[in-house]
């Protein structure tokens, strides 16, 4: 009985042992597997060419087609306005976000504007329907003139401008139209007594304010504001203040026939 007992003893010290011998190994076994698995790196060659922004623009006839290189705006009357309809288009490799036109070589003979906004956003291949207005001044020689259309687009991002105008005529109590176009002159007045092609365009009476935001390059810029004075009898003349991100510029002389300039910078 005695070595009996013995033996069970030794058996189980044994196969304990065993135990803890085949753990240990198994254990040191999958941290030496897990520590062999690692990142795999895929180098991919690769190159690039760098191009420069290049802009440019077009117009295009109403067809939606013709590439249009000179515009004929026909026989036109001393103190009439004759315009041309087409669209612009951005032809180069960036989108451009600020326009104008002049002509620097127009003189005596007139002026010219269009309805393009002075900041927006036109995309590479885009298109924007525009209307050129040739104004001739009373004055103009009589015959034929030529002169040369400079339409400038930038891809420099324009600003967010806030603009208050507060206006008052205290002897006009009708509502009147308040128009405002920033670096081009003000649209003539249709036929039914509005400046078709204005910037801003909202219906106001005397008194009020008007508050806008217009997106505009840093540098100098100028606005002009009118009022509409048709649709009831012309009054007096309008005077106030015009606020441009918080630099208060004063007015006075404003009436049917008279705008208001103010120049700024942003």
Not at 37 to 51: C, H, I, K, T
Not at 243 to 262: E, K, P, Q, W
């Amino acid at each position: 009985m005695g070595g009996g007992e013995k033996t069970i003893f030794k058996e189980k010290t044994i196969s304990k042992r065993f135990w803890c011998i085949a753990l240990a190994m198994i254990a040191a076994a999958s941290v030496i597997g897990y520590a062999a698995v690692g990142d795999y790196v895929l180098n991919v060659p690769s190159s690039v060419a760098v191009v420069r922004a290049d802009p440019a623009l077009q117009l295009i006839a109403s067809d939606n087609s013709t590439v249009v290189t000179s515009i004929a705006f026909g026989n036109i009357a001393q103190g009439e306005t004759g315009t041309w309809m087409g669209y612009l288009n951005n032809t180069g490799n960036v989108n451009l976000h600020t326009f104008s036109i002049a002509s620097s070589d127009l003189g005596p003979v007139g002026t010219i504007a269009w309805n393009m906004p002075a900041s927006g956003d036109l995309g590479v291949g885009q298109l924007y329907p525009v209307m050129i207005a040739l104004t001739i001044n009373e004055t103009a020689s009589v015959g034929s003139h030529g002169f040369t259309i400079q339409i400038t687009g930038s891809p420099t991002g324009p600003t967010v401008t806030a603009i208050q105008i507060h206006a008052s005529d205290p002897n006009d109590y009708y509502p009147r139209t308040w128009d405002v176009v920033f670096d081009r002159p003000m649209p003539p007045l249709a036929s039914g007594g509005d400046h078709v092609g204005s910037d801003v365009d909202e219906a106001h009476s005397s008194g009020d304010t008007m508050t806008f935001q217009w997106n505009l390059v840093g540098g100098a810029h100028y606005l002009i504001f009118a009022v509409t004075q048709t649709g009831g009898p012309n009054h007096g003349v309008y005077s106030g203040t015009i606020m441009i991100n918080g630099n208060t510029y004063n007015f006075s002389g404003l009436d049917a026939d008279h705008t208001v300039r103010i120049d700024f910078t942003v």
